[in-house]
């Protein structure tokens, strides 16, 4: 079947068989590694990736839950497309929420990182101002088995604006 979808902001169309879950699709057609495989279950969240359909609306998605073709017309953001190119004047610049996990140390081996920083993306779109409690339960389907969660969770609070006490 055609799939057809921006990702990343770029126009990407292949023919996959149509049971080809959409992680795969980004991992092994398009090389898009970042996008973790982790339990094939939608347990960890690993692969979390954020999804805008036709509403404007973006929100975190499994991609090992969904299938390359659901994803046709729609906008995919992976953790490839969360940093902004600085074209020729050198490295892109990171996302808020990235800067936020380097900057507080949210992260330990790595493996969780990218598919938690787009839930937490996609938290913070929908609750720009969120407490300590709420961060814990908006982030509750991404499990990290290294860092315990209070940096990732300092993290957050930092990229919303506020501080763990907040």
Not at 48 to 55: H, P, R, S, V
Not at 74 to 102: C, H, K, R, Y
Not at 124 to 145: Q, W
Not at 156 to 163: F, N, R, W
Request: aromatic residues 2%; glycine residues 12%.
């Amino acid at each position: 079947m055609l799939v057809e979808m921006t990702i990343n902001g770029q126009l990407r169309s292949a023919d996959v068989e149509p049971r080809t879950l959409l992680v795969h699709y980004l991992r092994d057609e398009l090389g898009l590694t970042g996008t973790n495989v982790g339990c094939d279950t939608s347990s960890c969240g690993a692969c979390t990736i954020l999804i805008e359909g036709a509403d404007g609306v973006g929100e975190s998605v499994k991609s090992c839950t969904m299938l390359a073709v659901q994803a046709r017309g729609a906008e995919v953001t992976t953790i490839e497309g969360m940093a902004t190119s600085n074209g020729d004047a050198g490295p892109p610049s990171l996302n808020p929420m990235q800067q936020a996990f380097m900057d507080c140390h949210g992260l330990q081996c790595g493996y969780c990182t990218p598919g938690m920083v787009m839930a937490a993306t996609s938290l913070l779109s929908e609750n720009p101002s969120p407490t300590e409690t709420e961060v814990r339960v908006g982030l509750e389907g991404n499990l990290c088995r290294c860092t315990g969660y209070h940096n990732i969770v300092k993290a957050v609070l930092s990229a919303a604006g506020g501080g763990v006490d907040q």
